[in-house]
C-alpha cells in the first residue's frame, strides 16, 4: 500500500495551494481519508477527514472554512484545498488512510489510521 502526497510549495500569506494524495489501495471507497500536519518540535495534529463515500467531512478549528477536503473514488484521489493560508500553516503535510466500516464515520486521531504518506512541505511566509 503506497500513499503519494504532493502539492507542497512556498507561498505568501493569503494564498492558496492544493495537495493531492494519490493512493494505491484496492477498494479506495471503503477507506476514510485524512490529512494532517507537522511543524518543527510539534506533535502531528488532525488537520481533515472525510468519509470513505465523501459524504461526511471533519476539520480541525484552526482551518474550517479556509480548508476543503475532497475525494475521488474513481481516481483514488484526496485533496485538500487550502486557501486563505497562514504563517501558523507551515508543517509537513501527511495523508492517511483507514478502513471504515460505518459509511458516514471518518477519524480524526493519527492512531486510528493504517496507511501514511511520505509527507510533502507547505510554506508561508508573512
Known amino acids: 500500500v503506497q500513499l503519494q502526497a504532493s502539492g507542497g510549495g512556498s507561498v505568501q500569506a493569503g494564498g492558496s495551494l492544493r495537495l493531492s494524495c494519490l493512493a494505491s489501495?484496492?477498494?479506495?471507497?471503503?477507506?476514510?481519508m485524512g490529512w494532517f500536519r507537522q511543524a518543527p518540535g510539534k506533535e502531528r495534529e488532525f488537520v481533515a477527514a472525510?468519509?470513505?463515500?465523501?459524504?461526511?467531512?471533519g476539520y480541525a478549528d484552526s482551518v474550517k472554512g479556509r480548508f476543503t477536503i475532497s475525494k475521488d473514488n474513481g481516481k483514488n484521489m484526496v485533496y485538500l484545498q487550502m486557501n486563505s493560508l497562514k504563517p501558523e500553516d507551515t508543517a509537513v503535510y501527511y495523508c492517511?488512510?483507514?478502513?471504515?466500516?460505518?459509511?458516514?464515520?471518518?477519524?480524526?486521531?493519527?492512531?486510528?489510521?493504517?496507511?501514511w504518506g511520505q509527507g510533502t512541505q507547505v510554506t508561508v511566509s508573512s
Open positions: 492517511a488512510s483507514s478502513y471504515v466500516s460505518r459509511g458516514g464515520s471518518y477519524y480524526t486521531t493519527p492512531g486510528e489510521y493504517d496507511y
Open positions: 472525510i468519509s470513505r463515500s465523501g459524504g461526511s467531512t
Open positions: 489501495l484496492r477498494a479506495f471507497s471503503v477507506y476514510g
